[in-house]
């Protein structure tokens, strides 16, 4: 009875509580699809997986972003990513990344839709370093608050 009790107190107050999420989808050209956390804030987060390639070599990449104050077209962020193979069975850490990116916004009344640049050099496991370019367009879901 006692656990019943609590569990009501914990429904109502969960239902009582105002949240707010707002993600994004990326499409990166053919090379990846994206999720991303809110680009409204100093610190967010993106999830992208590479999965144009056969399912041992899907690469997962995810990234932590710091952007730069919005300005009227565009927002720079720059960001730590660890890309990784979920799907092997050894040397499933692939590469450290840091990406680079620009958001454009072409339509002012309508922000968001954006175009994407990004460029990441990739540290490899193995050894050496890769220049990453990636393009794309996101669409961002929820509010803008820009």
């Known amino acids: 009875m006692k656990n019943l009790k609590f569990l009501i107190l914990i429904v109502l107050l969960t239902l009582s509580i105002d949240s707010f999420s707002q993600i994004g989808v990326t499409s990166y050209s053919i090379y990846a699809l994206g999720i991303n956390t809110s680009q409204h804030k100093r610190i967010s987060g993106e999830i992208k997986a590479f999965a144009n390639r056969p ?42 990344t840091i990406p680079v990116s620009i958001e454009i916004y072409p339509l002012q009344d309508f922000k968001k839709l954006s175009l994407l640049f990004e460029l990441a050099p990739e540290v490899l496991a193995e050894d050496g370093v890769n220049l990453r370019s990636l393009w794309g367009i996101r669409y961002t879901f929820g509010t803008n608050h820009d």
């Open 55 to 96: 399912i041992g070599d899907i690469l997962v990449e995810i990234d932590g972003f710091y952007n730069f104050k919005p300005r009227p077209y565009h927002r720079f962020s720059i960001g730590l990513g660890v890309n990784v193979a979920p799907f092997k069975e050894f040397d499933r850490f692939y590469a450290l």
